[in-house]
């Protein structure tokens, strides 16, 4: 039988692996923690559904910023959810949103919640500094 702290735990493992697929650069295995047909309640500009969206995502932002690091400052689960509150930081050395690379440093603040079922995630809510990115880029 399955515990709330199993669960739970399951569900942190998976946020960490999350961690680990960005941090090592190999997009493509996020469909080893995001489902398929994964709801993200909050995609960027033009992004598609489902988990092929989210990794087209990941790939454009870490071609615009391939130095990102996304450092958890806070994480908090429950059963179901995994929230986590990031610190990020990159340089601009490609196209982002429209823009050619500037070559400057940003730090934001970022937060991700995460809905789980069977250690994957099948929803996401999330949002960062876009504003704060933006200006340290000298782009507003």
């Not at 598609?48 to 990941?58: L, N």
């Not at 994957?120 to 200006?135: F, H, M, P, Q």
């Amino acid at each position: 039988m399955t515990t709330t702290l199993d669960t739970r735990q399951n569900n942190l493992e998976a946020q960490e692996r999350l961690g680990a697929i960005l941090e090592g650069g190999d997009l493509d295995r996020l469909a080893e923690v995001f489902a398929d047909d994964v709801v993200d309640h909050d995609p960027a500009p033009g992004q598609a559904p489902g988990v092929a969206g989210i990794i087209d995502f990941w790939k454009t932002f870490t071609t615009a910023f391939p130095d990102l690091e996304a450092k958890p400052q806070l994480v908090s689960a429950d059963d179901d959810h995994v929230t986590v509150a990031l610190e990020l930081t990159g340089t601009h050395q490609g196209d982002f949103l429209g823009h050619a690379a500037t070559g400057r440093s940003f730090t934001a603040r970022g937060i991700q919640i995460g809905r789980f079922e069977n250690g994957k995630l099948v929803e996401r809510w999330g949002a960062s500094d876009e504003l704060g990115i933006l200006t340290q880029l000298g782009l507003v």
